[in-house]
Each structure stands twice: as structure tokens, then as C-alpha cells.
T-cell receptor, first 115, second 117 residues
Framework: AQSVAQPEDQVNVAEGNPLTVKCTYS??????LFWYVQYPNRGLQFLLK??????LVKGSYGFEAEFNKSQTSFHLKKPSALVSDSALYFC?????????????FGSGTRLSIRP | GAVVSQHPSWVICKSGTSVKIECRSL??????MFWYRQFPKQSLMLMAT?????????EQGVEKDKFLINHASLTLSTLTVTSAHPEDSSFYIC?????????????FGPGTRLTVT
């Protein structure tokens, strides 16, 4: 089955330190991968996506993600964390079915940045 | 960027009643719309996919007679929770895509919090 996994329920980082939120995927064919962020009682905000090309993808708010085909990973990173980065982060993959496609989400990782 | 709106943003209803949630694409035509639900501190689970003018495709385990989806126009989809019960209380998020297929973006609405008392 095609899926995406986020092995960490919570990640705690001190402000100013680098952060990494992990994501691994299992899909057939070339993966379309995404990262979204969700603040309390809000919808999803798009951060970045990988479809093809450069393995290092840069996105919003200083976030970036590295696509690693051999490790089937798409970890989200930021060089220097801010307290305002504290939120719920979702990795997602677009999967094909019939002639259409849909996005399925990982379980989410809560990122907590302490001052 | 493209904007997707939902109305209402929150609703409280009594058990046994029905409630309708609207999802609109404000500045683009959405050929495909998706409905997700999210329980507290959990991920988004896809409920159904709807294409304009055709019946929705429901994910396994989702009751189509309970969660009625209508996608009558290219800018509007509605989700009606019929005979709501407290276990239907959840955060419902819609998403819209403008062009069929893999290459188009999928935009998310702000969500609707449903509480059934």
C-alpha cells in the first residue's frame, strides 16, 4: 500500500538550533511529496513540495526538505528554529488511483520550540 | 495563491439533526474537491473525492448515506452530515484542485469544527 510515515509524534528543539522533522514514504513510481503546517484550529498551510529535479527543495518560512530516493525519505529541515515554528507538521504524498490522484497524510509531528 | 473558503468555520448542532458545510474555491474553478476529517491530535483522513457533476468516491469505511457530498458547480462542494451523533464531532477540512491529474496544486480550506451535543 502507498503510504507516508512520520516516526516521531513530537520533536522538541531549542530556539536557534537546527530542526529536523522526519518523513519516509512508500509509493510506486515517482513520488510527489509535500509538507504542510497546521496551527491550532486552523487549516493546512503549504510549505513545500518535491515533484522532480533538485533533491533539496526550499519552501516557505525558511524551511527546506531533502528528497532521498535510496532511503525513501523526505525530511523537513530548518537551520535555525523560531518559537513561532511551533505547530503540527504533516508530510504527505500524492498517490494515483484509476485516472485520478489524491493526497494522503502522515500521522503528523508536533514541533515544539522552546525559548 | 488560490483561496478555498469554508462555511461555517464552526457549528454546534444537536444529536439527530443534519448539518451542511460549504466549501468554495474563490478564484479558480475546482474540477475536483476532497473532504477530510481530523480528530483531535490526529492526522487528516480522506473521506471522499468529488468531481464536478458526478457522484463522489468514498474511502473505505466512510458511510456515503451519512456524509452526503454534492459538487454541483465548479466552485462549490457541500458536505452534509445527516443524523449527526456526538462521534461525528470533528474538524472537517475541504480541499480543491483546479486541473485534473498529477500536476495541479491542491489547496486547503481553513476547516470547519463540528460539535454534536
Amino acid at each position: 500500500a502507498q503510504s507516508v510515515a512520520q516516526p516521531e509524534d513530537q520533536v522538541n528543539v531549542a530556539e536557534g538550533n537546527p530542526l529536523t522533522v522526519k518523513c519516509t514514504y512508500s509509493v510506486s513510481g515517482n513520488p510527489y511529496l509535500f509538507w504542510y503546517v497546521q496551527y491550532p484550529n486552523r487549516g493546512l498551510q503549504f510549505l513545500l513540495k518535491y515533484i522532480t529535479g533538485d533533491n533539496l527543495v526550499k519552501g516557505s518560512y525558511g524551511f527546506e526538505a531533502e528528497f532521498n530516493k535510496s532511503q525513501t525519505s523526505f525530511h523537513l529541515k530548518k537551520p535555525s528554529a523560531l518559537v513561532s515554528d511551533s505547530a503540527l507538521y504533516f508530510c504527505a504524498v500524492r498517490v494515483k488511483y484509476s485516472s485520478a490522484s489524491k493526497i494522503i497524510f502522515g500521522s503528523g509531528t508536533r514541533l515544539s520550540i522552546r525559548p | 495563491g488560490a483561496v478555498v473558503s469554508q462555511h461555517p468555520s464552526w457549528v454546534i448542532c444537536k444529536s439527530g439533526t443534519s448539518v451542511k458545510i460549504e466549501c468554495r474555491s474563490l478564484d479558480f474553478q475546482a474540477t475536483t474537491m476532497f473532504w477530510y476529517r481530523q480528530f483531535p491530535k490526529q492526522s487528516l483522513m480522506l473521506m471522499a473525492t468529488s468531481n464536478e457533476g458526478s457522484k463522489a468516491t468514498y474511502e473505505q469505511g466512510v458511510e456515503k448515506d451519512k456524509f452526503l457530498i454534492n459538487h454541483a458547480s465548479l466552485t462549490l462542494s457541500t458536505l452534509t452530515v445527516t443524523s449527526a451523533h456526538p462521534e461525528d464531532s470533528s474538524f472537517y477540512i475541504c480541499s480543491a484542485r483546479s486541473v485534473p491529474g498529477q500536476g495541479s496544486e491542491q489547496y486547503f480550506g481553513p476547516g470547519t469544527r463540528l460539535t454534536v451535543t
